[in-house]
């Protein structure tokens, strides 16, 4: 089977995400498989945001904040990527939410993968071998992505955050996801962070790019032995349909 028909084949299957907390996470086996998926897929991801950063092409809305931040603030990139997700965690109190290990997890090793592939790429000259790495980085990304949320150890700082104010509120989570989105990326680009066509392009693809993998890689667990499991929320429906 070639790597394309792979991919269709996964992107076919249901993608079983059981929603748990944060303990029922932790006692649902499989740890050693689970928690190198996470750790692997947090550092893909950081990876993937160095090479959006190289490719000089534009960056995804967070990471726009995250630049523009920088911009001000004499800390390096991976810094700032921890800071602001340790604030936004800070937003899941109101919230009456609580973090999985996951969570925590993507707060530092993001910003760690960040900063260290930072110094072992060198930004490209040529442009063809820029959009390899803004096309690469998407697909770095998707992989990433797909495989901290398959890991099923809860979801990142900015998911969760998406997800608790769409329940609070009973908005829609694309209503939610957008316009988070939509403000980050203005504030970011007033405060001088990089707007172009890697940033569009990264909107359209990044979410197939994480559904053809998800099916791949997410840990089949078994359900919460309990009297009665939650059945997922409309927003963590809308997430594991579209992440």
Not at 137 to 151: D, E, K
Request: glycine share 12%.
């Amino acid at each position: 089977m070639s790597p394309i028909q792979t991919l269709r084949a996964g992107a076919s299957r249901r993608v079983e995400l059981i929603p748990m907390t944060p303990m029922e996470q932790l006692r649902a086996g499989r740890t050693l498989r689970r928690v190198s998926q996470l750790l692997v897929g947090l550092w893909l991801y950081g990876t993937a945001m160095a090479m959006f950063i190289r490719a000089e092409l534009g960056l995804d809305p967070w990471d726009v904040f995250h630049y523009g931040v920088q911009q001000h603030i004499g800390l390096s990139f991976g810094t700032i990527v921890v800071i602001v997700g340790a604030l936004v965690l800070l937003l899941w109190i109101p919230l009456k939410q609580w973090p999985g290990l996951g969570t925590v997890a993507n707060v530092f090793v993001i910003g760690i993968a960040t900063d260290v592939m930072l110094a072992v790429l060198d930004a490209p000259s040529e442009l063809w071998l820029r959009w390899v790495f803004l096309l690469g980085g998407i697909v770095v990304n998707g992989i990433g992505g797909a495989m901290y949320i398959g890991s099923q150890y809860g979801p990142g700082p900015r998911d969760g955050l998406m997800t608790g104010l769409s329940r609070r509120t009973g908005l829609s989570i694309r209503l939610v996801r957008t316009a988070l989105e939509v403000s980050v990326l203005a504030v970011g680009w007033l405060l001088g962070g990089v707007v172009g066509l890697g940033t569009v392009l990264y909107a359209l693809l990044i979410g197939p790019a994480v559904q053809a993998f998800l099916p791949l890689v997410t840990v089949r667990l078994p359900a919460p032995s309990r009297a009665s499991a939650p059945a997922p929320t409309p927003a963590q429906k809308d997430l594991i349909r579209e992440p």
